[in-house]
């Protein structure tokens, strides 16, 4: 049986995947979500027989969060990774917003991941780590512009993951670090990225293993503060 579980939000491709592949093969029994199938987590749970558990979940529809909080033993998980999120398409000039796409974008990337943690709390350990993966691309003071939906969903996940702190986890001792996890080689990075996969979640990783009080932090995958 393995001596820690973790639970990875949005696992049948890129960084989550990724994440799956890193925490099950350093010894984690590790719940994945998955929106629709994905031939590689499958393949993945099918090489760690009994350490992959793969759930059918849309963070944006409440009775499949629930379903899943069901089936996560009470007080289990060390870890705990939000990786749901969409970019929101290529039209994200200022005057390209609108009603209907901003509140889309808010709703899948900021509001309804923080809510699905909150269903999800029983799972967690007294002592746990939440990483809700945000970007540097939500931070105000390092901002070059552009891409205003996508900016906009993550500036407003990093406040509602300080809410989430300060009054849901703190009084379990449950940290919540938002992640950025690099311009990281995966379909929404491209193939011009930086780093890859393995090198992004391999940082993540350490991040969020390493032992802290208590607290909301905004931190790069390789340990570096980001400005908010």
Same mark, same amino acid.
């Given at each position: 049986?393995?001596?820690?579980?973790?639970?990875?939000?949005?696992?049948?491709?890129?960084?989550?995947?990724?994440?799956?592949?890193?925490?099950?093969?350093?010894?984690?029994?590790?719940?994945?979500?998955?929106?629709?199938?994905?031939?590689?987590?499958?393949?993945?749970?099918?090489?760690? =027989?009994?350490?992959?558990?793969?759930?059918?979940?849309?963070?944006?529809?409440?009775? =499949?969060?629930?379903?899943?909080?069901?089936?996560?033993?009470?007080?289990?998980?060390?870890?705990?990774?939000?990786?749901?999120?969409?970019?929101?398409?290529?039209?994200?000039?200022?005057?390209?917003?609108?009603?209907?796409?901003?509140?889309?974008?808010?709703?899948?990337?900021?509001?309804?991941?923080?809510?699905? #943690?909150?269903?999800?709390?029983?799972?967690?350990?007294?002592?746990?780590?939440?990483?809700?993966? =945000?970007?540097?691309?939500?931070?105000?003071?390092?901002? =070059?512009?552009?891409?205003?939906?996508?900016?906009?969903?993550?500036?407003?996940?990093?406040?509602?993951?300080?809410?989430?702190?300060?009054?849901?986890?703190?009084?379990?001792?449950?940290?919540?670090?938002?992640?950025?996890?690099?311009?990281?080689?995966?379909?929404?990075?491209?193939?011009?990225?930086?780093?890859?996969?393995?090198?992004?979640?391999?940082?993540?990783?350490?991040?969020?293993?390493?032992?802290?009080?208590?607290?909301?932090?905004?931190?790069?995958?390789?340990?570096?503060? #980001?400005?908010?």
């Amino acid at each position: 049986m393995a001596d820690k579980t973790a639970c990875v939000i949005g696992a049948s491709r890129g960084l989550g995947l990724g994440l799956v592949k890193h925490l099950v093969t350093s010894g984690y029994e590790v719940y994945a979500t998955q929106r629709s199938h994905g031939v590689a987590l499958t393949e993945l749970a099918a090489e760690h =027989s009994g350490a992959v558990h793969i759930h059918q979940l849309d963070v944006t529809d409440e009775a =499949s969060v629930a379903e899943l909080a069901k089936a996560l033993p009470a007080g289990t998980l060390d870890l705990l990774v939000m990786n749901p999120g969409v970019y929101g398409g290529s039209e994200q000039a200022l005057d390209d917003l609108t009603r209907d796409n901003v509140a889309d974008i808010l709703m899948t990337n900021a509001v309804c991941p923080v809510q699905a #943690v909150i269903t999800l709390l029983p799972a967690l350990k007294e002592g746990a780590v939440i990483g809700m993966m =945000s970007s540097k691309m939500g931070s105000i003071a390092d901002s =070059s512009g552009g891409a205003n939906l996508y900016r906009l969903s993550k500036v407003s996940q990093n406040m509602l993951s300080r809410s989430l702190f300060e009054n849901y986890t703190r009084e379990r001792s449950i940290s919540v670090i938002s992640l950025h996890p690099g311009w990281v080689k995966t379909d929404m990075g491209g193939p011009n990225a930086l780093i890859d996969v393995d090198t992004s979640v391999a940082g993540m990783v350490t991040v969020l293993e390493a032992k802290r009080q208590p607290e909301h932090r905004f931190l790069a995958y390789d340990g570096t503060e #980001v400005p908010w």
